[in-house]
């Protein structure tokens, strides 16, 4: 019998490997400042970095975790940071507080703000308290001051503070034009950041191997959720995202609990690492808790799976998102349909929306420093300027919709869900009769949820699936499930 070793899982990898070591970073964040700055053009560009967020009183703070975009312009991970960029000298000044006697105490001499921004690829470095002074100035000569929208009740305060404004006026300053750039720049991925999300997703694949290899009846949700965590962790890895491990699939983002999983269920996993640099990754996998499909559930994961497939082989420059969406809802209502649980005409269905029943969520979004990248940039990243989202039940969460374009970065994540409460209000309410076998449904009841995710790179003329190639068919599965357990888990 082939052996997974979970041990040996939990005691190697994490260290940057060779491939990312052989790119010149601080040349990299230099020249990605460079385009921003010359886009621009004018007045000055505030970048905040994140600090640490206090969980039940100010001292005892969350992991840390640095703004993505901070991250992208200067790969510095350490709270409390800011930068300056000045277009027109195609300068940038880094700011940061030196440690204080207490805090060497407390924390360790860290590196030096000289050493940090070296590598930055930061010419210049004062401190931290200089920094309001600099914008002080910048407001006297009337120049403008370009800052992203901030997403934390921390960073809004932060930046009111220094600009001396009220947190709406600072809501309603944020700079367009930044946005709009700061998008397109990070939308178009590097090889180098390319290596970085096939080395998270490499991590991700051993934590999807190692959940299908220990999953049993009898366990709970969350040992599982907590050993595909250790491995992450014992990598030195964070989570891109807080992992769903649930036989309650239906519940789109059902937190792990102490439910006991059992014989004849599908084990939901949607989890993915962050690599060295902080780069996300974002699988779903399916899987039996006993390790053997079930003959409707074959059928049922045979349709997402065909409809992964089918989407992946759609993304290509030039095609948009939403395009692809609609064509992944259509096979979805055909395969439906043979099922007898749907009726009509299947590209009518999907303009009424009536698979959203069985689909309700977009097929995918941006990934890049973060799990849905460029999140808080809102519909800019996702959408064209002249197209708003729509509001239709399903399509609302459609988060990319906009043309491909090579070095994007996306999921694919169709699922084949049956969730209760939603069904019964459909029903009650008649909705889209004319389209569903309300009737039929009885029997999926407590089938639960079903989603294949994977992560492509749209290149110049089709897609690349990424990652080490995680298993996904159901041989491929089964094979996963089968492998015997070797090591100390799940713990006694
Ligand atoms: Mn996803």
Redesign the pocket.
Known sequence: MVEYNINEQLKTGGRVNDKTAAFNWPEIYRNRRDRIRALIGNGVILWLGNSLQPRNYEGNTYPFRQNSHFLYYTGLSRPDLAMLSFPDSGRDVLFAASPDMDTVVWNGPGCSIGDLARDGGIDTVEELKQLENHLDLARKQGRTIHYLPPYSASSMYRIAGLLKAEPDEIKAGVSRILMEEVSKQRSVKSEAEIIQIEDALSITDRMHRACMAAARPGMREIELSGLIQSIALSCNRQQAFNPIVTVHGEVLHNDSSETVIRDGQLLLN?SGAESPMWYAS?I?RTFPVNGKFTEIQKEMYRIVLRVQLEAIEMAKPGITYRDVHSAACRILVEELQTLGLMKGDPSEAVESGAHALFFPHGI??M?GLD??DMEDLGDIVGYNKKETRSGQFGLKYLRLSRPLEPGFVL?V?PGIYFIPALIERWRNERQHEAFIHYDRLEDFESFGGIRV?DNILVTSSGARLLGPGIPKTIPEIEEACSRAVQGEWPPM
């Open positions: 949607d974002d779903t995918g979004h990934m799990v849905h999921t994540e995710e």
